[in-house]
């Protein structure tokens, strides 16, 4: 089946601009994560929800980071007045659920890079 | 600071050896590890995990060791394989987190 997908896959943007990166979860999980990596560096946990709840946000670095997830499917990370410092990989993750032991199952992910 | 670390950013082995990668980790309160493997421009793509009940878990050429006492887990791979190259995280998740906490990551280069 479709793994999950993320688009678009390359983003070139200047400072200041607003972005919006898309995750396409795999079809039945409720569970959807999103990272950043960036170079040299671990991915890095921003956001996720459970349905169409953001059950932790705590790792979004500020408040230009929004993300939703309106129908419990596809989500969008909202950027706004985006910054050189934001120029990363951006990573989507969908699971079963919660429960620790059911898999994450990452994305290719989105490069943005902030110029 | 770190709460997962892998301190050897690169490790090159020869075909048909044994990888060892490592990785230790600060936060007790973590109760499932995982290893992912990560190829140029694709994401990570789960490999094997070991939850804290255990200290071994086994799957074909790859087996995680776990030691509680020291805060340590090590992947191990044999026979290693060129295909095997690629970037390796140790991640960690608690018991009452969703997400994972991720190393740096080790590069590991498989030489014919």
């Known amino acids: 089946g479709a793994g999950v997908s993320q688009t678009p896959s390359n983003k070139v943007t200047e400072k200041g601009k607003y972005v919006e990166l898309r995750c396409d979860p795999i079809s039945g999980h409720t569970a959807l994560y999103w990272y950043r990596q960036s170079l040299g560096q671990g991915p890095e946990f921003l956001i996720y929800f459970q349905g169409t709840g953001a059950a932790d946000d705590s790792g979004l670095p500020n408040d230009r980071f929004f993300a939703v997830r309106p129908e419990g499917s596809v989500s969008t990370l909202k950027i706004q007045r985006t910054e050189r410092g934001d120029s990363a990989v951006y990573l989507c993750?969908?699971?079963?659920?919660?429960?620790?032991?059911?898999?994450?199952?990452f994305g290719p992910g989105t490069r943005l890079t902030v110029l | 600071d770190q709460q997962v670390k892998q301190n050897s950013p690169s490790l090159s082995v020869q075909e048909g050896r044994i990888s060892i990668l490592n990785c230790d980790y600060t936060?007790?309160?973590?109760?499932?590890f995982l290893w992912y493997k990560k190829y140029p421009a694709e994401g990570p793509t789960f490999l094997i995990s070991i939850s804290s009940i255990k200290d071994k878990n086994e799957d074909g050429r790859f087996t995680v060791f776990l030691n509680k006492s020291a805060k340590h887990l090590s992947l191990h791979i044999v026979p290693s394989q060129p295909g095997d190259s690629a970037v390796y995280f140790c991640?960690?998740?608690?018991?009452?987190?969703?997400?994972?906490?991720f190393g740096k990551g080790t590069k590991l280069s498989v030489k014919p």
């Open positions: 993750a969908s699971s079963l659920s919660l429960a620790g032991t059911d898999t994450q199952y």
């Open positions: 936060n007790s309160m973590f109760d499932y």
């Open positions: 991640a960690a998740e608690g018991r009452s987190q969703g997400n994972l906490i």
